[in-house]
């Protein structure tokens, strides 16, 4: 059973740094695409970041460039979002997601999902 578990999400003031890890287990594949979408309070899902595995390549919605940084830890089969400079508009609940397409970009067809983690940005 494939199981993607988020963390380290929270309240955080304007300016301030958050950040997400998701654990993946019981997924086999060795090539597939990572990365994390976020849906805001009455928006629309959007993909925030994502990581293509086979040559670590990565992915950033513009709004979080420069700002946000996804890695992974192989030997852990984790992923992290490290998420600075935070702002209001960042708040929303992130998923963690997989493709099994080696080779997506943010509008991957999802074929896993985590639960999420809230996060919220307010002073």
């Known amino acids: 059973q494939v199981q993607l578990v988020e963390s380290g999400g929270g309240l955080v003031q304007p300016g301030g740094t958050l950040r997400l890890s998701c654990e993946v287990s019981g997924f086999t594949a060795s090539d597939y695409t990572i990365g994390w979408f976020r849906q805001a309070p009455g928006m629309k899902r959007e993909g925030a970041s994502c990581m293509r595995v086979s040559d670590g390549r990565t992915y950033y919605e513009d709004s979080v460039k420069g700002r946000f940084t996804l890695s992974r830890d192989a030997a852990k089969n984790t992923v992290y979002l490290q998420m600075n400079s935070l702002k209001p508009v960042d708040t929303a609940v992130y998923s963690c997601?997989?493709?099994?397409?080696?080779?997506?970009?943010?509008?991957?067809?999802?074929?896993?999902w985590g639960q999420g983690t809230e996060v919220t940005v307010s002073s």
């Open positions: 997601a997989i493709s099994v397409d080696p080779l997506a970009t943010l509008n991957m067809n999802v074929d896993e």
